[in-house]
């Protein structure tokens, strides 16, 4: 093996392992910790290792493994409902600032061609650093998150057309030439669109109508090595198969991601790649510190920083102002506004690729690279700095406190401890049954500590805190918890990384008992069904029936119920099916209940 690697290997995780955790420290988040890290080891610091180039185009693969997952995340139908802002925001806001920066590299006296050239690279944001910060701080899923993942989805779309107008710049005439000629590169352009579009559509159907037939078959060995090395094939096969018809590979695995968002399989595609894409991702941030010329710094120093003022100020005043026009409210598209201030991981292969082309002079490159480079720095400053002084006084987030920590070996876990999982552990404990308690509402905690109740704060979806809380060595685990997404993925969690464990769950409906059915929920009870049961002997009591009869036809409704809602889960992708099904059932029901009271009758 060879020992240089090794060496190079060694020192990324060392210098990983020592800075971020220094830097998170002073709650300057994780993405920083990475880029000084990287400007430690690079040409620039110790020199321990010198060529960042080479580590960047494999580091650049952690980019295509978040967006991946970040297509798990996205249903399709979600991205319809995104799509004024992916479209309308996002092509406003590339236009926009590259028409700025373009004018006014113009009135400083560049060449019109560079300016736009510039523009173009200048206007996109860094959609590995944004979603990151976005993440750590717990915006993701806010007005504010949501508006940038737009604008970023967009921005990574519009790479595309950009590197299809700048051979133009250059004066260059016929196809574009890609910055990595593609096999299809000597085709002509109908030719090109067509395979693009075949390999596209063969992603979806792949995805689609094949892809469960593969998991179900590598689930059925029982080997979760064999699921990571398929959920890796799947996204690198992917990415090549784009990059041989000359289609972003981010963009092909997005799209597959997206494909696969109703998968059965879903959570543990996410469960596998996510090491991989947090590993990549924190290597590309190093090399990203290692490029970081600070040689042009020290000659041009004050150049450098007011270009970075401008830079952050003009893009930060823009991406307001459209945040405004498209419904953010004031602090919302502050925030908005400063997580894409800075220049993008795409702007590096623009910046190159315009270099290559002589569209832009080498020092040109150099600088912007560098200028592109210290503007990402800033952004984990400035978010920081938003997040202290906004979010916290204006804005409803989750709560920063750490999980507890737990050693736990009860025979029985209840994730969720409300309305639900309350009355389950107090009937399980007032018979002497030991019981964990878990619940992410550090408030519900607090509250049931007063009460004399050993409770835990701590995310039942993540393995580590089962694990803590004994699921290895329990018999059951109820599930109880009031979202019908939260309870899935403890769910589908649970299930692959503790199979003898009992799962106990509650179902909000017929739909949600089915998608837990999926993912082999031991037990499913539906959470309103009993309440409502009970109400329907009373009113049969009421109207003078007797009390015996009427529990003995409950009984057999409940019976009859839970049989057939099992029996209509082979319906449940089959609407046409379903309904004869139902109805079916529904006479049958009454076919019983109704001999019963004939019977009582004689």
């Not at 007032?430 to 500590?449: F, Y």
Request: glycine share 8%.
């Amino acid at each position: 093996m060879d020992s240089a690697l090794l060496f190079n290997v060694f020192i990324f995780l060392a210098a990983a392992c020592l800075v971020v955790p220094l830097v998170s420290h002073f709650k300057l988040g994780a993405v920083l910790g990475f880029m000084i890290a990287g400007v430690l080891i690079g040409p620039f610091g110790l020199k321990l290792i010198g060529d960042s180039e080479k580590v960047m185009s494999f580091a650049e693969f952690g980019v295509v493994m978040m967006l991946f997952v970040i297509g798990l995340e996205i249903d399709p139908a979600r991205l319809w409902r995104m799509r004024k802002s992916i479209l309308g925001m996002g092509s406003l806001q590339v236009t926009a600032t590259a028409l700025a920066f373009g004018g006014i590299g113009h009135l400083l006296g560049y060449d019109w061609r560079m300016s736009l050239a510039a523009g173009m690279a200048l206007a996109l944001s860094s959609t590995a650093l944004v979603l990151q910060i976005l993440q750590e701080k717990n915006l993701l899923k806010t007005p504010l998150g949501e508006t940038a993942f737009s604008v970023l989805l967009f921005q990574d779309i519009a790479v595309i057309p950009i590197l299809i107008l700048m051979p133009l710049l250059a004066g260059i005439s016929g196809a574009a030439e890609a910055p990595h000629p593609h096999m299809l590169s000597h085709l002509p352009g109908w030719a090109q669109t067509l395979a693009v579009t075949g390999a596209i559509a063969l992603v979806i159907v792949a995805g689609r109508y094949l892809s469960p037939y593969l998991f179900r078959v590598i689930a059925k060995a029982k080997l979760r090595e064999l699921f990571t090395a398929t959920s890796l094939a799947l996204v690198i096969g992917i990415a090549l198969l784009m990059q041989l018809v000359g289609v972003s590979p981010a963009l092909g695995v997005f799209l597959a991601g997206v494909v696969l968002a109703s998968s059965e399989y879903r959570r543990t595609l996410e469960a596998d790649i996510e090491p991989f894409k947090g590993l990549l991702l924190g290597l590309f941030f190093i090399t990203v510190g290692m490029g970081m010329d600070f040689g042009l710094l020290l000659d041009e120093p004050l150049k450098l920083l007011a270009a970075l003022g401008f830079l952050v100020a003009v893009k930060a005043i823009l991406l307001f102002g459209l945040g405004r026009l498209f419904g953010l409210e004031a602090q919302q598209g502050l925030g908005f506004a400063l997580a894409l201030s800075q220049g993008g991981e795409f702007a590096f292969v623009l910046l190159q690729f315009a270099g290559g082309l002589r569209v832009l002079p080498p020092e040109q490159v150099k600088f912007l690279t560098l200028l592109v480079a210290l503007s990402m720095a800033t952004t984990p400053l400035l978010m920081e700095f938003y997040s202290r002084s906004l979010v916290r006084r204006f804005m409803s987030l989750l709560p920063e406190r750490d999980f507890d920590q737990m050693d736990e070996n009860n025979p029985v876990i209840v994730a969720g401890f409300g309305r639900v999982g309350q009355i389950v552990g107090r009937f399980l404990m007032g018979q002497g049954v030991e019981v964990t308690m878990l619940d992410n509402d550090p408030e519900q905690v607090e509250s049931l500590r007063k009460f004399g109740y050993q409770a835990y704060f701590g995310d039942a979806a993540r393995v580590e805190t089962l694990r803590a809380a004994g699921a290895a060595r329990a018999k059951v685990l109820v599930v109880a918890v009031d979202d019908d997404e939260a309870t899935l993925k403890i769910a589908e969690v649970a299930r692959l990384e503790f199979p003898k464990l009992k799962i106990f769950a509650r179902a909000r409906n017929r739909r949600h008992a089915y998608d837990l059915s999926k993912v082999g929920v031991d037990y499913i009870k539906r959470e309103t069904f009993e309440s409502a049961l009970t109400m329907g002997e009373d009113i049969m009591a009421f109207l003078g029936g007797k009390r015996e009869e009427i529990r003995a036809k409950a009984d057999k409704f409940r019976l009859h119920d839970e049989a057939a809602l099992r029996k209509s889960f082979e319906f449940f992708e089959d609407e046409p099916a379903l309904v004869d099904f139902t109805q079916l059932s529904r006479a049958e029901l009454e076919e019983v209940l109704r001999g019963d009271v004939q019977k009582s009758e004689i």
